[in-house]
Structure formats: C-alpha cells, structure tokens
C-alpha cells in the first residue's frame, strides 16, 4: 500500500524559507503570487493492511511536530 | 565520590568533547561517555548533558531522530526521577522532540546560520543550573546554529513565563525567536534547554568564562540537596 504523508507548517506559524521563496518569486518577476509555505512530503511503502490508527501513530510521534506542523494522510492506492 | 555525570553522543554530535572537558574542568570529574544506541544509562547519575550537533544530519528535523533513539527513553525515565539534565544547541532541539521541553526550534527567522557572542539576560537565577547567577545579570555566551528560532503557542509562552521557566532572553533577538527566550526549563525545574553553548565560555582562552556559572550552579545544587 502506498501512502503519502504532507506535512505542513501550521497557519501562524512563520516559514522563513517560505517567505524567502516568495521574494525570489517576486524578483523573478512573477506578480499575484500572495505567500508561499513549504513543507514536505514523505512517500511510505506500507503493509495492505496497516490500520489508520497506526498511520496517525507514525505522523504523531515521529513523521510531524504536531507544535509547529499538521499532516495530512493521503492513500495513493 | 565525585561529581558522577554523562554526556551523551550522537552521531553527528560535534560539542560532546567540549561538553565533557567543561563539565570536568568545574566538577573535577570526567563525565561518563554515553552512546546513543546505548540501551542503558550508567547507575547514580547526578547529571546528564545533551551536547550541540547536527545528530543524524539534522534529518526530517533538527533532533528529531536523536529523539527516538534508545538511550532517550532511558533519558526521559531519569528526567522524571529529577536528574538534571542540561541540552545546549541540538541538546536543546533533542529534548524539544522527545518532548521533554515545550516549544520547537525552528530555521532561524534570518535564514542564516549564526556563530558568534551574543548578550544574554538571566531571567531565572533560582534554578539548579542558574543559581549562581544574579537574576537580571548581563553575560555573553556563544551562540552557533541554524534553527534556533524558538517557538511556541501563546498560551504556552504565557504559561512557561508565568512559571518563571524562561532561564535566559536574547538581549538582541539573533534568530527571531518567540519572546528572545534562549533557555527554557521544564515544569520541574530540572530540565533545561538553551541554544546558547556555556562549555565554549568556560576558559580565559575562550574569551569568555560567563558559562562558568551555569556548571558550578549544579554542581552546587547537588553538593546542597
């Protein structure tokens, strides 16, 4: 089963890296982009099978830092 | 017998020496030398340090793998039982992850990775590791890092303040963190964590010897207790 984690910041949260992307957006002469957040994406090769609660498990204790990210599970196949 | 501590090393730990060589130049006792895949601690310790690093290339995020490893369940077993347990720089971010301190470490707000003194406030001089500090006293310690930008909740920034945990501000906010907290402790006063590194302020030759203070302050705690 393939499953893809997305971890991003929470709103609030200030994303320096995110900020820098949107300038550099801004100076490449890209106009109307408002805000750019990034975060990351974590593809898991998983047994058919394995049970959401251990999927919120594995984000809660280790994937993301619920302080500062949320996640979303995603179930590719 | 002796000031009995460890240190504890990483892969990718780089100030566990420095660490060991400060804590036995004010104690007069070699810290035991920890591994992380270590199942165990060593018997009757009287302090733990978490040294600064880049544990397992700062992979998913800073400390968050060092967390994980065996010998932090051991760590966060004798952090309740009350032993000091002191993480500087990665330390910091260690004991952030494992949950052993509130808050996150994030990039600092700057971007940059930043390596030079910086003036810190002492807020908390009543702690076992700043008691030998005057509350408000000025001191310059070195900071080097690159997510040191410390963040929390409001509600939890008013509660850690509430409780005095705020061991040291940023004079001048360096890195953007919430508040210019540079050291917090946790609720029982016998964890502390802080970017700044007081071993490398230990020595004349360091340029500076504000760090002194933080160690003889637990080495002091215990000798009272």
Known sequence: MKVRVLVSLKPGVLDPQGRAVHHALEGLGFSGVESARIGRTIDLDIADGTSDEALTEMCEKLLANTVIENYRIEKLD | MGFRAAV???PGSNCDRDMAVAIEKVSGSAPVRVWHGDAQLPDGLDFIALPGGFSYGDYLRSGAMAANSPIMREIVRAAERGV???????GFQVLT????LPG???????QTFICRNVGLKVENAQSIFTSGYEAGQEISIPVAHHDGNFFADNDTLDRIEGDGRVAFRYMENCNGSQ????????ASGNVLGMMPHPERAVDAAHGGTDGLALFESAIRSLADA
Do not use: K, Q, S
């Not at chain 2, 992850?97 to 052993?100: C, I, K, Q, S, V």
């Not at chain 2, 508040?179 to 946790?186: K, M, Q, T, Y």
């Open chain 2, 8 to 10: 504890v090393t990483f």
């Open chain 2, 84 to 90: 000091p347990v002191l993480g500087v720089c990665n």
């Open chain 2, 97 to 100: 992850e494992a949950r052993l």
């Open chain 2, 104 to 110: 996150a470490l994030m990039r600092n707000a700057g």
């Open chain 2, 179 to 186: 508040r210019d907290i540079a050291g917090v402790l946790n």
